[in-house]
């Protein structure tokens, strides 16, 4: 059942016969829902490649949407879509390796106008996670008061040690303390980006290296 919203000059929300009404990013849009059949159920080649991919690329987003949300939020503006949206899309055509896996050095987890930080290194110890790099580098010179963005996160596990802002791009160090409890050695990929103080823009994330935990 649909529901009509503001009378016949409102939108419409829910589901009249084969369309469905929904009040998306400012504007309400009908589309047509898919044709039951046995041969939609069952796909064809292409189709189940793309459910496979569609699935991993989901469960690979879901537990990390807080940071995707920061991440693509200037795109986002751009495009008028989703966070998740542009970063299904990006994962889907960018990432995989052969309809198979995912290349997580390849993943974007911001992608914006910024300039990126510059290269980062990586070192840890039981205890944290240690992210050092040139302040003074021509790259970080004029964003003295962006923040960094990071993520911390094992896809194969689904979990997150962290997702979020931490230190400013001005510090040249970032560590992050090694909270959580494993039963098993997990490998935590890192990626880090900027994001400037109002939120409204972001640098593209640098993939920095694997962390292993356990």
Not at 152 to 176: C, E, H, M, N, W
């Amino acid at each position: 059942m649909s529901i009509g919203k503001n009378g016949i000059h409102g939108g419409l929300s829910g589901k009249t016969g084969p369309v469905v009404g929904y009040y998306r990013l400012g504007k309400w849009v009908v589309r047509s829902l898919p044709i039951k059949t046995q041969k939609n159920k069952s796909g064809t080649e292409a189709q189940n490649i793309y459910r496979r991919k569609f699935k991993m690329a989901h469960q690979f987003l879901k537990p990390i949407l807080h940071v995707i949300r920061m991440g693509y939020r200037e795109v986002s503006m751009i495009h008028q879509a989703t966070g998740y949206n542009l970063a299904m899309t990006h994962l889907l055509n960018e990432v995989f390796i052969e309809n198979k896996a995912m290349d997580y050095a390849k993943v974007c987890i911001s992608q914006g106008s910024l300039p990126p930080l510059s290269p980062v290194n990586l070192s840890f110890t039981e205890a944290e996670i240690e992210l050092t790099w040139d302040p003074k580098h021509p790259l970080n010179s004029q964003g003295t008061t962006d923040q960094l963005l990071v993520l911390v996160y094992d896809p194969a596990q689904r979990k997150v040690l962290f997702q979020g802002t931490d230190v400013g791009r001005s510090k040249g160090k970032a560590s992050i303390p090694i909270t959580i409890q494993v039963n098993a050695p997990s490998n935590f990929h890192v990626w880090v980006a900027c994001i400037n103080d109002t939120r409204t823009k972001v640098s593209n994330s640098q993939y920095v290296g694997i962390v292993t935990i356990g």
